[in-house]
């Protein structure tokens, strides 16, 4: 998902949203990294708070960048993730309730559908 509307710089909330998924971490995941709770990290994202220094030097650390770049919302995009992502999220899919199984499952069925009519 991505919550940035237009192509231009992204907001510091969207880019801590696209390094986790360039990492491929969740949120739970840079929490524990970080010691902070998820709804911190929502907040963030989202950006119903303002982000301190301190700890936007933290998540740069955590996503090893310079704090520059971090700050300028610059980074790499990989062409594609890593087919070795696949996995964790696979088994990330399976830890799922079957109902919420049911509607990823509906979701794709949905986008290959529709990329199938572009």
């Known amino acids: 998902m991505n919550i940035l509307k ?3 710089r992204p ?5 801590i949203y696209d390094l986790r ?5 969740t949120q739970e995941e840079l929490c524990k990294k970080l010691s902070v709770t998820r ?11 303002k982000i301190p220094l301190d700890f936007a030097q933290k998540l740069a650390r955590a996503f090893n960048v310079e704090i520059k770049t971090f700050l300028n919302g610059k980074h790499h995009e990989p062409e594609s993730k890593p087919v070795n992502a696949l ?3 696979l088994k990330r899919f399976l ?5 919420d199984q049911r509607y990823v499952i509906r979701t794709i069925d949905a986008l290959a559908d529709k990329s199938k009519k572009t």
């Open 95 to 99: 830890e799922l309730p079957k109902e």
């Open 6 to 8: 237009n192509k231009q």
């Open 39 to 49: 709804r911190t990290i929502t907040y963030y994202e989202l950006e119903a708070k």
């Open 11 to 15: 907001s510091l909330g969207q880019h």
């Open 87 to 89: 996995p964790k999220k």
């Open 21 to 25: 998924m360039q990492h491929d971490i």
